[in-house]
């Protein structure tokens, strides 16, 4: 059975650092797209970035391009997600997720594209 526990959320003032990190269980993980999504209170989820199996490509959503950075370590299943500059619209739910199928697109920016997801954690930026 496929588990995604993300962590490193918490509170943070306008202008710092968070870094989230997301530990897979139940395959090995080094054939698989991961994304992470966010959702803020009352809004829809969204795309915040992916990357590719091997590290080699990673797509961000432009909100976050140039102060988000995706990484993972295949060696640890584990998925990152360096927040800097943070804005207090950065404020979320931040959940990581991965698509069912191997090899897939990095490209891939729907919820429901992805079909395994963790439980999220919160980010909340005050300004």
């Known amino acids: 059975q496929v588990q995604l526990v993300e962590s490193g959320g918490g509170l943070v003032q306008a202008g710092g650092s968070l870094r989230l990190s997301c530990a897979a269980s139940?395959?090995?993980?080094?054939?698989?797209?991961m994304g992470w999504f966010r959702q803020a209170p009352g809004k829809e989820r969204e795309f915040v970035a992916a990357i590719r199996w091997d590290g080699t490509i990673t797509h961000y959503n432009d909100a976050v391009k140039g102060r988000f950075t995706i990484s993972r370590d295949n060696a640890k299943n584990t998925v990152y997600l360096q927040m800097n500059s943070l804005k207090p619209e950065d404020t979320a739910v931040y959940y990581c997720?991965?698509?069912?199928?191997?090899?897939?697109?990095?490209?891939?920016?729907?919820?429901?594209?992805?079909?395994?997801w963790g439980q999220g954690t919160q980010v909340t930026v005050s300004s």
């Open positions: 997720a991965v698509p069912r199928a191997v090899f897939g697109s990095t490209y891939r920016v729907l919820p429901r594209e992805y079909d395994y």
């Open positions: 139940g395959r090995t993980f080094s054939s698989y797209v």
